[in-house]
């Protein structure tokens, strides 16, 4: 499936991202200094699944599994403004983890912000992204995942679900300003939507049945993904293999 906005678009998507990047990280004069690094480490405890919500406003994202806490992270800035913020509640039944930028996304010259996430692979999670400026690579076919949510922001979103998931779940993504490629596990079931604003999106390696993408696996798999779609400026990728 292609669907294609009207006009030059890569020269629209360029023209826009740089007038977005500009506003949020151009001329606020936030003051940068040493490249700090910081480690934070979430234990697991009695919560039987945890809602983790990441919020960043601009820099590199990396997310992955394999994690024998609940979450291990690792961030590398040097805009000490910016050192992020870690919140954890807990229950007896659920878990909130929130991973966030602090306000003030302005700044100028050579500014490092890295954030490397690694969560639980065994314990359920719905998952939240909101991500800014910036390129993410987000790897959570290991993870026992309930529901994914991905807002994206301006920049460049690889999100890999590949692997072999034991439950249904849900993912939503919302674009933004730029490209994203989504992989999806060809042995899971899979049933898509994708709707497109101005821009692309494009789906390989599923079949078009009924107004939705499906691939092969769809009525006979222990697990199957859903997957909403909704394109903004930019280009979307989603490949089952």
Known sequence: MRIVGTGNLKMRTTLLAAAVIAVGCGINGVRTGPVEHESKSIDLDKSEMARVEIKMGAGELRVDGGSPKLMDADFTYNVPSWKPIVRYNSSSFRSDLTIEH????????????????????????????????????????????????????????????????????????????????????????????????????????????NGRWINPAHEHAPATIHLDVRGGIGQITVIAE
């Open 102 to 209: 602090p306000g003030g996304s302005g700044g100028h010259g050579n500014i490092t912000y890295k954030w490397n996430l690694r969560l639980n692979n065994d314990l359920p999670m719905d998952v939240v992204t909101h991500l800014g400026a910036g390129e993410a690579r987000i790897n959570l076919g290991s993870v026992s995942l309930r529901s994914l949510e991905v807002n994206m922001g301006v920049g460049e979103l690889q999100l890999d679900l590949r692997g072999n998931p034991k439950r249904d779940y849900d993912v939503s993504i919302h674009g933004g300003v730029g490209q994203a490629t989504v992989y999806l596990p060809i042995s899971a079931g899979i049933v898509a939507n994708a709707t497109g604003g101005i821009g692309n999106i494009s789906v390989q390696g599923l079949e078009s049945r």
